[in-house]
């Protein structure tokens, strides 16, 4: 009897060792399942890594502009920026309502009498994506604004969906702007132009990811060599196709303007659009 009570102590010792090593094994593939976006299994799913999806679709996107410069600004080689990951997180943390937005570059060529600007910034709502892309966008961004110094009139027509490019392309409108800037000594800076907007679903079947993208479509301009926005939208990470979940839009604004001899005007006046077009979007899509 005493050999066989013996053996049973050695069988259960070994037990409890190898259940030991087995939970900690369990746990530390827990752990490398939990930052590489896996499950646990009391946390359920993780945030989705949007920034890395949204990247590895949206270069596979048959666009009717080329804004291959400005989408180097999210995703490079398949993959998100590190100034993607940079608003997305900025658009996370910081309070609802209060939009920062950085001047990237404001270059000026006095001879030609041209400014280049670059200008972005992001936010959250607690809208699912879904939601955003069915909503007018293209009103929010074309709204007439006035102020002391600039008068804008803006309009937008959506066009008819039978001209669509393919299933990806969920509309396509006509924008257009009349812009009047108070320059010095009673002189003015005065231009317009036509754009285009187009908004994509990034991935097929999937609802959590848009792209719009603004470009002109005026090629007789002289005021703008370039005027295009794009707007990325992805899920806020709490959701995948579940109904879960708000959205971040991070936002890239691109002008080459003439500038007509007035380039702190023109800088200071295209900050103050800016500014005047991120509070409008985010008006129309925080509810």
């Known amino acids: 009897m005493k050999s066989i009570r013996w053996v049973y102590l050695i069988l259960l ?3 409890l060792v190898h259940c030991k090593k087995t939970d ?4 530390e593939q827990g752990s490398s399942a939990a930052g590489a976006g ?9 945030i989705e890594d949007y920034p890395k999806r949204y990247c590895k679709f949206v270069d596979k996107l048959k666009l009717r502009a080329d804004v291959s410069a400005e989408l180097a600004f999210a995703c490079k080689d398949g993959a998100p920026t590190p100034t993607l990951i940079e608003y997305r997180n900025k658009a996370l943390s910081q309070e609802p309502g209060r939009i920062e937005l950085s001047l990237l570059k404001a270059k000026h060529d006095d001879e030609n009498d041209l400014s280049e600007f670059e200008i972005a910034w992001a936010f959250h709502v607690p809208v699912r994506p879904f939601e955003v892309k069915s909503r007018p966008l293209y009103q929010f961004i074309a709204q007439g604004y006035t102020s002391d110094k600039i ?4 309009s937008s027509q959506r066009r008819s969906d039978e001209e669509l490019d393919f299933g990806m392309h969920l509309w396509s409108v006509d924008m257009s702007y009349d812009l009047t800037v108070k320059g010095t ?8 132009r036509k754009t285009q907007y187009n908004l994509y679903q990034v991935e097929s079947g ?3 990811m848009g792209l719009g993208v603004e470009h002109l479509n005026d090629p007789e301009n002289i005021d703008y060599k370039k005027s295009t926005m794009l707007n990325f939208s992805f899920n806020d990470g709490s959701g995948y196709n579940d109904g879960k979940g708000g959205t971040v839009v991070v936002t890239l604004l691109h002008f080459v303007i003439r500038n007509q001899g007035f380039p702190a005007t023109a800088t200071a006046s295209i900050q103050e659009i800016a500014k005047h077009i991120a509070d409008t ?7």
């Open 13 to 15: 010792a070994s037990t």
């Open 24 to 27: 900690k094994k369990s746990e």
């Open 38 to 46: 896996g499950l646990t299994a009391d946390q359920g799913p993780l």
């Open 151 to 154: 008068m804008l009139k803006a």
């Open 185 to 192: 000594q009673g002189l003015s800076l005065v231009n317009a």
């Open 206 to 208: 999937n609802e959590e």
């Open 281 to 287: 979007m985010y008006e129309g899509l925080k509810n």
